[in-house]
């Protein structure tokens, strides 16, 4: 599955952004897609997670602030980010697999930029 995030960028903070990830091509397997971020020298955290059958599991650093979602008719996965904080600021990947155990393992995004300013 090809990935392709966009969206980023740079915002004050009490800001909203609204990542997209589309995929080139979904193939029927892919069961569980979800968003990661990194920062320089940190491992890279998983924020938010949704299934084939739309369950949805957030990080609680981000929870009420946070929402994951895809439009199957368009091969997009969306995480709209209210509220961002400084801490929010990281590389943000998108992320596809068979299952959710697989997530990190999976097919990953080239990684959209998003800085939030205190």
């Known amino acids: 599955v090809d990935l392709v995030e966009s969206g980023g960028g740079l915002v004050q903070a009490g800001g909203s952004l609204r990542l997209s990830c589309a995929a080139a091509t979904m193939t029927w397997n892919i069961h569980a897609m979800g968003w990661y971020r990194q920062v320089p020298g940190k491992e890279h955290e998983l924020v938010a997670t949704i299934t084939s059958g739309g369950d949805t599991d957030y990080a609680d650093s981000v929870k009420g602030r946070f929402t994951i979602s895809k439009d199957n008719s368009k091969n997009t996965l969306y995480l709209q980010m209210n509220n961002l904080k400084p801490e929010d600021t990281a590389m943000y990947y998108c992320?596809?697999?068979?299952?959710?155990?697989?997530?990190?393992?999976?097919?990953w995004g080239q990684g959209t930029q998003v800085t939030v300013s205190s």
């Open positions: 992320a596809a697999s068979t299952s959710l155990s697989l997530l990190s393992r999976g097919s």
